[in-house]
């Protein structure tokens, strides 16, 4: 049975909704949709409604209001309403809420497509919110799943099967404004989803065919609102960085934090994350100043032992901060960096052996290296791990010079034998 104070409550709620949509203010209706300020507005968990209630309800609230898009604002205000009934639940049904979810978003792009909302910008922070929501829910939806810990890590679709259906239902829609001007922004928040969604499922494979879309599409900064714009950089640069495109990362990474609001310092402390190891592979040293204004202390330790040439500290600092580094999907280019910490430290043992040993400094024993090695390190370095370290080095471009492996040395070039890493094409 419906208590007056509910009934009532709800058409209010639909009412503000209508109001939103008839004023195009995008952010009320983002805010309006949001799960924590529902239960505020309506005051109910609806568990005394069922599913012909909402509809009769929102067929009312709608009855001779001249609201755009009827039909399918009705269709995303009776889907959200479910969502929020059945999220409310105790033992709530997490496919039932997935489906509901991703009705409500396919309510809101169709309502972005239709010539009636042009100018569109106004639907893209709820497009944005409606997004966010279904992957939310993805993830916990696994998480309920997967919190009976069966030691099951060999089904792997299986326990990500809701984040894999969020990703899907997602990739569907892209199609639609791949090639509308008017609608990119569209295009950018549903591609940003999708490549946070790969990385989440470690789906590099696909997040690569996005990449390729992306790079094939031409993208106007200017008609995208900038927080979207700000948040499918920080991804793209993310994921060109796990692909060691480091100069496009550095680019994606720079715009995005250089853009995104001064205020937000989460979001800047993310993307300084991604950008810093980034910088590191191309051979910059960040800011001491900069790194403890945002409270990146594991990227001091990490940058005084590349300049130092300090093998023990750099791994102690890994050791520490590798769940930090984990998190952030920052672990292999940061442990990548190892290979510059490994050149500054031949660059300072080339130099002392130019100052204090007599012959030619260009040709240099790998034993002249075990020594130096040993010297920064707890760990001992044989002739064959200190030749594969030096034809990496050689591969990578950080040295220039070759191999004698009959004599058991370096051989230096003699122009230039550590060219700067910022020439090096990454």
């Known amino acids: 049975m419906l208590s007056s104070n509910e009934y009532r409550n709800i058409l209010e709620w639909i009412s503000s909704v209508q109001v939103y949509v008839l004023n195009r203010d995008g952010r009320n209706l983002a805010n309006i949709f949001n799960l924590k300020n529902v239960r505020n507005n309506i005051k109910s968990d609806l568990s005394s409604f069922c599913t012909q209630d909402i509809k009769l309800l929102t067929q009312k609230s709608m009855y001779n209001k ?5 039909g399918s604002l009705s269709m995303a205000i009776e889907n959200f309403l479910e969502l929020y009934r059945e999220i409310m639940k105790k ?28 100018p569109c910008q106004w639907v893209v922070p709820i497009l944005s919110s409606a997004c966010t929501l279904i992957s939310k829910i993805g993830i916990m939806a696994d998480s309920t799943l997967n919190s009976g810990d069966l030691n ?5 679709d299986y326990q990500n099967k809701y984040q894999i259906s969020v990703l899907n239902s997602i990739r569907q829609q892209i199609g639609k404004f791949r090639s509308d001007e008017d609608r990119q922004a569209g ?9 946070k969604c790969c990385m989440q499922l470690r789906n590099m494979q696909m997040a690569s065919t996005f990449l390729k879309h992306i790079e094939s599409s031409n993208i106007n900064p200017n008609k995208v609102p900038k927080g979207p714009m700000v948040l499918f950089c920080y991804f793209l640069g993310k994921l060109y960085m796990q692909q060691d495109r480091f100069t496009l ?18 979001l800047k402390r993310n993307i300084l994350e ?39 500290r750099f791994d102690n600092a890994i050791e520490k901060y590798s769940l930090l580094f984990i998190n952030h999907g920052t672990i292999l280019c940061v442990e990548k960096v190892k290979f510059i910490l490994y050149r500054n430290l031949m660059r300072r043992i080339r130099s002392w052996c130019c100052k204090n040993l007599k012959g030619d400094p260009n040709k240099l024993t790998f034993s002249v290296f075990n020594a130096g090695f040993k010297w920064q390190s707890d760990e001992l370095f044989d002739q064959q791990e200190m030749a594969c370290i030096c034809a990496n080095l050689i591969k990578l471009g950080y040295i ?3 191999i004698s492996w009959e004599h058991q040395v370096i051989v230096f070039s003699v122009n230039d034998p550590f060219p700067k890493l910022s020439n090096i094409k990454s």
């Open 91 to 118: 033992n709530c049904q997490w496919a039932s809420i997935l489906m509901y979810g991703t009705a409500f978003l396919n309510c809101w792009i169709d309502i972005y497509r239709d010539q009636d909302a042009f």
């Open 274 to 312: 991604c950008l810093i190891p980034v910088k590191l592979r191309l051979g910059y040293i960040p800011n001491v100043s900069l790194l403890r204004k945002y409270n990146l202390e594991h990227y001091v330790e990490i940058s005084k032992a590349i300049l130092q040439g300090n093998i023990k």
């Open 152 to 156: 099951d890590d060999e089904n792997e």
């Open 400 to 402: 220039k010079g070759y």
């Open 249 to 266: 990362a550095e680019e994606q990474l720079v715009w995005a934090f250089g853009n995104s609001g001064k205020n937000n310092i989460k």
């Open 66 to 70: 001249k609201t755009s898009f009827n």
């Open 187 to 195: 295009y950018v928040i549903l591609m940003t989803e999708s490549i």
